[in-house]
């Protein structure tokens, strides 16, 4: 656990506090994609010090913006004082010296159509080096299940989505290193999907937080039952010692 006075002594940059952005009317429709955006994300770059995994913030280009997107996540790399910005509720350009590498939409059906119109030209314009669409509904609310886009010249061009014959899509995100999934989501009743991730090299995907506690759980039990066994034997070879003394004791041996 990271304390306040440990903070302080590390402060690199003085980040300006911004406020909470508007709550849009169908946003636990959004959160469970937002949910495994940040725990997966946050999980796998935990070894890292100078990443950057938020939600929901504004990204203003200075402090003097009062107005600025506001996506469902971001990402960016290299930066100086995680912590820091992490606790100033948002994202000023000007202050921590870049964009972000990644911006992040969830389909919803009060802001759906904005994600893929107006939304393409404000990242572009604030200069944030990828922006993923992702909407669970299957493209009722976007104009695909799952779609990328890569800043280039200051335009954004299309990242290529391959999709698979068992309904799932996916590409490739050159900020992460990771491909971006929209995988048929087996508890719906309808045809919706989750958001995962894929590492390319081991072909593995990123444990979902229940996934990982599942994962926990079963690592704890195992080495409960070791603990057991351990303790066991143990009791075994010190009752077998006490017995072997015993019988020594009753045949009059030294």
């Given at each position: 656990m990271v304390t306040q006075s440990a903070l302080t002594k590390r402060r690199v940059k003085n980040y300006t506090h911004l406020p909470d952005p508007p709550r849009i009317p169908d946003m636990m429709e959004q959160a469970p994609?937002?949910?495994?955006?940040?725990?997966?994300?946050?999980?796998?770059?935990?070894?890292?010090?100078?990443v950057f995994v938020g939600s929901g913030g504004y990204i203003w280009k200075t402090p003097y913006d009062g107005h600025g997107p506001h996506p469902d996540g971001s990402f960016a790399d290299g930066i100086e004082d995680v912590e820091w910005l992490l606790s100033s509720n948002g994202y000023v350009i000007s202050e921590v010296?870049?964009?972000?590498?990644?911006?992040?939409?969830?389909?919803s059906r009060s802001t759906g159509r904005r994600d893929y119109t107006e939304k393409r030209e404000i990242y572009a314009d604030y200069g944030a080096g990828e922006y993923w669409r992702f909407d669970h509904s299957g493209g009722?609310?976007?104009d695909a299940p799952l779609a990328g886009d890569r800043l280039v010249d200051g335009v954004y061009e299309r990242i290529e989505i391959v999709s698979e014959p068992d309904g799932s899509h996916w590409?490739?995100?050159?900020?992460?290193?990771?491909?971006?999934?929209?995988?048929?989501?087996?508890?719906?009743?309808?045809?919706?999907?989750e958001l995962r991730f894929r590492d390319p090299v081991s072909g593995v995907f990123l444990r979902t937080h229940d996934e990982a506690?599942?994962?926990a759980d079963r690592a704890e039990e195992a080495?409960?039952?070791?603990?057991f066994a351990e303790e066991r034997a143990a009791y075994a070879e010190a009752r077998m010692l006490e017995m072997e003394a015993e019988m020594r004791r009753l045949r009059g041996d030294k």
């Amino acid at each position: 656990m990271v304390t306040q006075s440990a903070l302080t002594k590390r402060r690199v940059k003085n980040y300006t506090h911004l406020p909470d952005p508007p709550r849009i009317p169908d946003m636990m429709e959004q959160a469970p994609a937002i949910m495994a955006f940040l725990n997966m994300l946050s999980a796998w770059f935990r070894h890292r010090g100078d990443v950057f995994v938020g939600s929901g913030g504004y990204i203003w280009k200075t402090p003097y913006d009062g107005h600025g997107p506001h996506p469902d996540g971001s990402f960016a790399d290299g930066i100086e004082d995680v912590e820091w910005l992490l606790s100033s509720n948002g994202y000023v350009i000007s202050e921590v010296g870049k964009p972000p590498d990644l911006v992040f939409e969830v389909g919803s059906r009060s802001t759906g159509r904005r994600d893929y119109t107006e939304k393409r030209e404000i990242y572009a314009d604030y200069g944030a080096g990828e922006y993923w669409r992702f909407d669970h509904s299957g493209g009722r609310y976007h104009d695909a299940p799952l779609a990328g886009d890569r800043l280039v010249d200051g335009v954004y061009e299309r990242i290529e989505i391959v999709s698979e014959p068992d309904g799932s899509h996916w590409g490739y995100s050159d900020a992460l290193g990771l491909e971006f999934w929209w995988v048929r989501d087996e508890s719906s009743s309808q045809f919706e999907g989750e958001l995962r991730f894929r590492d390319p090299v081991s072909g593995v995907f990123l444990r979902t937080h229940d996934e990982a506690s599942d994962a926990a759980d079963r690592a704890e039990e195992a080495e409960a039952r070791a603990e057991f066994a351990e303790e066991r034997a143990a009791y075994a070879e010190a009752r077998m010692l006490e017995m072997e003394a015993e019988m020594r004791r009753l045949r009059g041996d030294k």
